[in-house]
């Protein structure tokens, strides 16, 4: 009976003993028992890269055209890292190549943003975007005519988290299409009044053409209605015109109802958007017995491709 | 006296007189690309090529004369989807205009030129009006050598619904004269880390074809014998011709929700072989019994 009370008692010392062990090693040794696992930052991926839905650019005179690049950009981290991240978007002609467009941009051939807009709500962590450029009506041509035959306009996305890992993605080239085309900033000849049997000597009419494309452009001069007054009219060829200062008739080309190309005449590509323009000089001879009147007419001036 | 005098010197010193009224600086316009360049026609072939007439202050509607200046018999295969006078609504700055090329079958080979022009028609009158005018030069060859000449400048991963297969979205642009298609596609299906392959399928036919000097877009699907659930997924798809991968591409793609009406639909399109047959036999069933009740 002893015994069993004996043995007990060591039992219950025992129990007391290991549980308040327990307890002391638990407090000392509790910290280094904690698991943690580290997410590791990803790479973001960047996807369906395209320039203008994969169609040929085609570019509006004097002024710019917005282009769109598509891109998708994804991160395994989430969409607070593609929110907080920044990206540099470029668009370029294919001979530029990305590492020198990254550079400087140049309006002729290389384009650069730093932001896009998102297209779609970011949804685990991924993220549709848009990036709007400007292409000046001037952005080198990469068709069969033009330079740069061969080449083709596209676009690099690179993109950086805030925890700097980053990632670059291409798309395929679209052509940028040859844009021939001219502004004539006169809208209209004025002669002024004269006599019949006279012409206007000395005195010019001016007509200021400038290059709105991005190929040389030379010019073509017809007259599309002959000078009329009710019945009457002024025969085509009273009209004539030349690149410099003249006295009528002088060194003037006669009008015609057919397109002829003013010689020499030819402005180049525009580089910027300083004028690339020429002047062409008017003059009119009106025969004689020709009835008074206000004689109107149109003249055709016409942009021609010149590489 | 004096107006005998008038009567006399009227005739021989008639004035003349050009009333120009003030008018706004004229736009710009012109034409992009300036060219036509078909350079691999054959006997019956049809090309086309689209133009864009461009201006940059689209303030009303321009009204434009088109002119074909070009020897028979090339004149007589082309025409214009616009016709040859045409407007440009106001605010369109660029306005396309289809030029379709269609050689006859019995046409001598040989070089074609020519060239259209687009010429405005002011709507102001009273005044030496200037017009603005842009030139298209056509340049034919016609031969009678294969060429062959594609790209594939777009390839998409559109969104799909839960339950459908993946979709890969084409552009095929075919430059030759020959009809051109693939022969061959292979599609990986990965998970939304990109890192666990989930399909391999691979496809050796139904690939449409695309005409000579013709783009076409299409839609491919790539069949999957199991259910994609909602979720983000990678796919990689190639393309082959003539045993070489001719184009590809690796991108992102959403399986979206479906609702009711178009998982019904969904199952419908997998299922209309047997779907067909049982609105037959429903309508079979029907005329019967509406036979049986006449006959009554």
Redesign the interface.
Known sequence: MRTSKGLLSALVVTTSFLVASFFVMQTIFAANLTSQVVVGS?AP?I??V?VN???SI??????TTNINVNA?I?D?NGCSEITTGTTTVLLYRSGVTSSTCSGTANNLDCYIATAFTASSTC????QNTTTTFALEYFAQ?T???SSFSGQSWMATVLFRTPDNTTNTADS???TL?????????????????????TNTGATNQL?AV?N??N?SSSL?LSA?AT?TSGSNS?ATSSQGYSTSTFSYPGTSTALSAT?ATVAGYILTAPTSTTNVSGTIYWGLG?PN?????????????????HG | MRVKYLIFIFPLFLALFFLIPASPTHAAFGISPPFLNADHLVPGAKYQQTVYLVQDQPNQDLNIQANLTMPQPGASWISLDKGFNFVIPQGVRQFPVTITVSVPSNVTLGAYSGNLTFTTQPSSAGQVTIALGAQVAINLTIGTGTFEKYSVPLIQFPDILEGQSPTVHVKFQNDGNVPESFDGATYQLYDQYDSVQLAYIQKSSGFPTTAPFTIADYNLTFPLDFYLGVGEYWGVVNFYKNGQVVASQKAIFNVLKATWYQEAWNYIMDEWVYFLIGLVLVLIVIALAIWRSKRK
Not at chain 1, 58 to 63: A, E, G, V
Not at chain 1, 123 to 126: D, E, I, P, Y
Not at chain 1, 177 to 197: C, K, R
């Open positions: 990803s991926a996807s369906s395209s839905g994969g169609t085609t570019l509006s005179p004097n002024t998708t994804s395994a949804s685990g962590g991924t041509a068709d069969v005519t395929a080239g679209v299409s040859t844009l021939t085309a001219i502004n004539v900033t006169t809208s209209s000849i004025n002669y002024g009044t004269i006599t019949a049997n007509t400038a709105a494309g190929s073509q599309q000078l002024i397109p009106v017995a020709t009835p008074t009147g206000t004689y109107s007419g149109t003249n055709v001036f016409s942009a021609l491709f």
